[in-house]
């Protein structure tokens, strides 16, 4: 069976009936690296995101989930000492970035922190990592639509409380 994908054509000796998810189970379980090229070259992984397009998509993550929001926030919380608090925030913001940077220079698989902690403490722990990553992007989706729905409040008055807020 031959497979065709962005110009390249990976050829696997295969039984006849073979469908590709078969091809693609045998290489996983005889631990293939990766299949070749008719040419010898080996395919790999290739990391299309540099480090500036990164920075640029971080910067425009921050910026648009809600940053306008949080120092209002921390004003009615914390009155004057909020630049502090911001500060603290981005110490500690500046922390995890260089752990997880460190730790993702030691892998070139895709995978995230589901990859790091499957690869350190088992595929349970794994598993519960991916899971929380995933409920961690929804509940910032959900704040960030609830921080979208107060400020069309201000706006739309009846979008702010019941049945036009369910609605929004």
Known sequence: MSVAARGVRV???TSPGSTLSDCLNTLRTCGAKAPQIASGRTMTFIRSIGRWAMTGLLINGIIG?????????????LGRASPIAMVFAALGM????AVITEVASQFSDPGGPYLYVRTAFGRFFGLQIGWFWLLAIIGGAAANANRFV?????FLPPVGHGWGRTLA
């Open 11 to 13: 050829s696997l000796r």
């Open 65 to 77: 989930s809600g940053i306008f929001g949080v120092p209002g926030e921390l004003t009615h919380l």
């Open 94 to 97: 500046a922390i995890i970035m």
């Open 150 to 154: 107060m400020y069309l409040a201000g």
